[in-house]
């Protein structure tokens, strides 16, 4: 069983910045790739990013390529999402997850899943 634990969200003025974090526990970070996705309200579930571990190349939704950037520490068992530039569209729940199989763009591809972190971005 893996526990994955989203903090570092808050409210934020547009332009500003907010770095996630996505503590695991359990059998931690058995996937080699992990994922962030959010939802806002009223809108279905939308990939933001992901990073392979084994190579580290990483993948981004066309909206935050350029702002955000997806890391790891496997030391830690933390994944982070630090997003710069933000923007009122940016605000949502943002969730962790772990990938087990298929296309890194898809919440089905992934099993295991944070609580979500509220970020909210004022104008």
């Known amino acids: 069983q893996v526990q994955l634990i989203e903090s570092g969200g808050g409210l934020v003025q547009a332009g500003g910045s907010l770095r996630l974090s996505c503590a695991a526990s359990?059998?931690?970070?058995?996937?080699?790739?992990m994922g962030w996705f959010r939802q806002a309200p009223g809108k279905e579930r939308e990939f933001v990013a992901a990073l392979s571990g084994n190579a580290g190349n990483t993948y981004y939704a066309d909206s935050v390529k350029g702002r955000f950037t997806i890391s790891r520490d496997n030391a830690k068992n933390t994944a982070y999402l630090q997003m710069n530039s933000l923007k009122p569209e940016d605000t949502a729940v943002y969730y962790c997850?772990?990938?087990?199989?298929?296309?890194?763009?898809?919440?089905?591809?992934?099993?295991?899943w944070g609580q979500g972190t509220q970020v909210t971005v004022s104008s």
């Open positions: 997850a772990q990938w087990v199989g298929g296309s890194f763009y898809s919440p089905s591809a992934y099993d295991y």
């Open positions: 359990g059998r931690t970070f058995r996937s080699p790739v």
